[in-house]
C-alpha cells in the first residue's frame, strides 16, 4: 500500500507544477493607457439589503452601474426605492429562487452597452475598469476572468484563504475560462448566448459560466486585475461555503463528467484522480500509524517544496503550513460536499447537467449577433414593457 500511495502521491505532487505555466502571458490581458466607458457593471442582489452595504466604493462607476435586485419581499422592494433615491439604476425582478445567475440573465436584454461586468455586491474593484473594458476590446474577447484576493486578511482563518486565493488566481493564465462569481467581464452578446445555455444551477452557476464558454470555442482571455472580497473569518463559517464549493465541485467532475472527459480529459483524470480517487489512500495513511510514519512527511515536505517553487510570484511564510490547512480540506470536505449535493439535488428535483452537448461548437461573433438579434429585440420590448425600475418578470 505504501509504494501505490507514494506513486500516486509523486505524480499528483509533479502536475502540482502547472502553476508554473503562469509565467506564461499568452492568455492574460494587462490594461494601458487607453479607456472605454463602454461597459455596464450588473450586481445581482437579493435576499437582504446588508449585501450592498459597500456601495459607496463604486460611486465613482454609478452611472455605468445596473442593480439586479430581486424584490418579492417588502423589504427588498422598499429598499430597491432607497437605492434610487440614491441615484442607482435598478431593475425590479421578481422570482422564486433567486440566484446570481438568474439575475444576470434576466437583466442582460436591458444592457446597451458592448461589455458586461458581473459583480457580486460585497466586491470592490479598483479605478482601473475603463482601462481594462478597453484593453479587452482591443484584444477582441468574448470572455475574461478576473483575480479575486480577500479583502479582510485579519486571522489564521482569513490568512490561509488570502494565500489559497493568491495561488488558484494564478491558474486563470493558463485555464482563463475558471471564472469566479466575485466579478468577470465578457462581451454582451457572448454573455447571452451564454445564459441562454446556463443550468443556472447553484452552488457552480460562477464557474459554469465560463466551462460554457470553452465548451462554445468563445475566445476567453484572463484579465489581469484585482477584485477584492470578504472571506469567512471563522472555521464554522468556512465550513459551510466549502461545503456549497466542494457539493458545486462534486457536480462538475462527476454529473457532467461525459462532458468533462471528451472536452477537457487531462484536467478532468487530474481533478478525479487527486481529489476522489486518492481519498482511500489519503485515509488510509491517516489510520495506519507504518503509513503515518514514514509516507506522510515525506509528502508533506514535497507539498511545501513543489506550493513554494510553482507559487513563487505569491511567496508567503504561510506556506510552510498550508499543507496541513490542504489537507484537512481534502480529507474531509469532498465526501460532505458530496452528500450535500444530492441533498440539494433532491431538493431541487434537478441533477444540475450542462445546458451545453459533448461537442464543442465553434459560434462566431458575427453568426452569434444574427442568430440572437431576434432575441435581444424581443427582451428589450418586453423589459421596456415593464419599465427599468419597474416590477419585472425572470426569462
Same mark, same amino acid.
Given at each position: %500500500?505504501?509504494?501505490?500511495m507514494?506513486?500516486?502521491?509523486?505524480?499528483?505532487?509533479?502536475?502540482?507544477f502547472?502553476?508554473?505555466?503562469?509565467?506564461?502571458?499568452?492568455?492574460?490581458?494587462?490594461?494601458?493607457?487607453?479607456s472605454?466607458?463602454?461597459?455596464?457593471?450588473?450586481?445581482?442582489?437579493?435576499g437582504?439589503?446588508?449585501?450592498?452595504?459597500?456601495?459607496a466604493?463604486?460611486?465613482?462607476?454609478?452611472?455605468?452601474?445596473?442593480?439586479?435586485?430581486?424584490?418579492?419581499?417588502?423589504?427588498?422592494?422598499?429598499?430597491?426605492?432607497?437605492?434610487?433615491?440614491?441615484?442607482?439604476?435598478?431593475?425590479?425582478?421578481?422570482?422564486?429562487?433567486?440566484?446570481? =445567475? /438568474?439575475?444576470?440573465?434576466?437583466?442582460?436584454?436591458?444592457?446597451?452597452?458592448?461589455?458586461?461586468?458581473?459583480?457580486?455586491?460585497?466586491?470592490?474593484?479598483?479605478?482601473?475598469? @475603463?482601462?481594462?473594458?478597453?484593453?479587452v476590446?482591443?484584444?477582441?474577447?468574448?470572455?475574461?476572468?478576473?483575480?479575486c484576493?480577500?479583502?479582510n486578511?485579519?486571522?489564521?482563518?482569513?490568512k490561509?484563504?488570502?494565500?489559497?486565493?493568491r495561488?488558484?488566481?494564478?491558474?486563470?493564465?493558463?485555464?482563463p475560462?475558471? !471564472?469566479?462569481? @466575485?466579478?468577470?467581464?465578457?462581451?454582451?452578446?457572448?454573455?447571452?448566448?451564454?445564459?441562454?445555455?446556463?443550468? %443556472?444551477?447553484?452552488?457552480g452557476?460562477?464557474?459554469e !459560466?465560463?466551462?460554457?464558454?470553452?465548451?462554445?470555442?468563445?475566445?476567453i482571455?484572463? /484579465?489581469d486585475?484585482?477584485?477584492?472580497?470578504?472571506?469567512?473569518?471563522?472555521?464554522?463559517? /468556512?465550513?459551510?461555503q466549502?461545503?456549497?464549493?466542494?457539493?458545486?465541485?462534486?457536480?462538475?467532475?462527476?454529473?457532467?463528467?461525459?462532458?468533462?472527459?471528451?472536452?477537457?480529459p487531462?484536467? !478532468?483524470?487530474? +481533478?478525479?484522480?487527486?481529489?476522489w480517487?486518492?481519498?482511500?489512500?489519503?485515509?488510509?495513511?491517516?489510520?495506519s500509524?507504518?503509513?503515518l #510514519?514514514?509516507?506522510?512527511?515525506?509528502?508533506?515536505?514535497?507539498?511545501?517544496?513543489?506550493? @513554494?517553487?510553482?507559487?513563487?510570484?505569491?511567496?508567503?511564510?504561510?506556506?510552510?503550513?498550508?499543507?496541513?490547512?490542504?489537507?484537512?480540506?481534502?480529507?474531509? %470536505?469532498?465526501?460532505?460536499? @458530496?452528500?450535500? +449535493?444530492?441533498?440539494?439535488?433532491?431538493?431541487r428535483r434537478?441533477?444540475?447537467?450542462?445546458?451545453f452537448?459533448?461537442?464543442?461548437l465553434?459560434? =462566431?461573433?458575427?453568426?452569434?449577433? !444574427?442568430?440572437?438579434a431576434?432575441?435581444?429585440?424581443?427582451?428589450?420590448?418586453? #423589459?421596456?414593457?415593464y419599465?427599468?425600475?419597474?416590477?419585472?418578470?425572470?426569462?
Amino acid at each position: %500500500m505504501s509504494h501505490v500511495m507514494l506513486i500516486l502521491a509523486i505524480g499528483l505532487v509533479a502536475f502540482d507544477f502547472q502553476n508554473l505555466l503562469s509565467w506564461w502571458g499568452g492568455r492574460t490581458i494587462t490594461p494601458g493607457e487607453e479607456s472605454s466607458t463602454d461597459f455596464t457593471i450588473i450586481v445581482p442582489l437579493f435576499g437582504h439589503p446588508r449585501y450592498f452595504d459597500r456601495r459607496a466604493e463604486l460611486l465613482r462607476y454609478q452611472p455605468n452601474v445596473l442593480v439586479a435586485l430581486e424584490v418579492s419581499t417588502p423589504l427588498m422592494a422598499a429598499f430597491a426605492q432607497q437605492l434610487e433615491n440614491e441615484g442607482w439604476r435598478v431593475n425590479r425582478i421578481v422570482m422564486e429562487s433567486p440566484n446570481p =445567475a /438568474l439575475l444576470i440573465r434576466a437583466c442582460l436584454p436591458a444592457v446597451t452597452t458592448t461589455y458586461t461586468l458581473r459583480l457580486d455586491a460585497d466586491t470592490s474593484v479598483g479605478d482601473d475598469i @475603463a482601462q481594462a473594458v478597453a484593453a479587452v476590446e482591443a484584444a477582441g474577447a468574448d470572455l475574461c476572468s478576473i483575480k479575486c484576493a480577500v479583502a479582510n486578511r485579519t486571522n489564521a482563518v482569513t490568512k490561509f484563504q488570502a494565500l489559497e486565493y493568491r495561488m488558484a488566481m494564478l491558474a486563470r493564465h493558463f485555464r482563463p475560462w475558471l !471564472t469566479s462569481g @466575485a466579478c468577470f467581464l465578457g462581451r454582451t452578446d457572448a454573455l447571452i448566448r451564454i445564459m441562454n445555455l446556463h443550468s %443556472m444551477w447553484t452552488p457552480g452557476e460562477d464557474i459554469e !459560466t465560463g466551462r460554457t464558454a470553452l465548451a462554445l470555442r468563445m475566445r476567453i482571455r484572463h /484579465l489581469d486585475i484585482v477584485v477584492e472580497t470578504d472571506a469567512p473569518d471563522t472555521w464554522s463559517a /468556512l465550513f459551510r461555503q466549502r461545503r456549497l464549493w466542494w457539493a458545486g465541485t462534486f457536480r462538475h467532475w462527476w454529473i457532467n463528467m461525459d462532458r468533462n472527459l471528451l472536452q477537457l480529459p487531462v484536467l !478532468t483524470a487530474y +481533478y478525479l484522480a487527486a481529489i476522489w480517487v486518492s481519498l482511500y489512500f489519503k485515509w488510509w495513511t491517516l489510520i495506519s500509524l507504518h503509513e503515518l #510514519i514514514y509516507t506522510m512527511p515525506l509528502v508533506i515536505v514535497s507539498y511545501i517544496v513543489v506550493t @513554494a517553487i510553482s507559487n513563487v510570484q505569491v511567496l508567503s511564510p504561510w506556506m510552510l503550513v498550508f499543507p496541513f490547512y490542504s489537507l484537512a480540506q481534502v480529507l474531509v %470536505m469532498p465526501p460532505i460536499g @458530496a452528500a450535500y +449535493y444530492f441533498v440539494v439535488a433532491w431538493r431541487r428535483r434537478r441533477l444540475g447537467r450542462y445546458g451545453f452537448g459533448l461537442r464543442r461548437l465553434r459560434i =462566431a461573433p458575427v453568426e452569434l449577433e !444574427t442568430r440572437l438579434a431576434p432575441w435581444v429585440k424581443l427582451e428589450h420590448r418586453r #423589459i421596456a414593457s415593464y419599465g427599468l425600475g419597474e416590477p419585472g418578470r425572470p426569462v
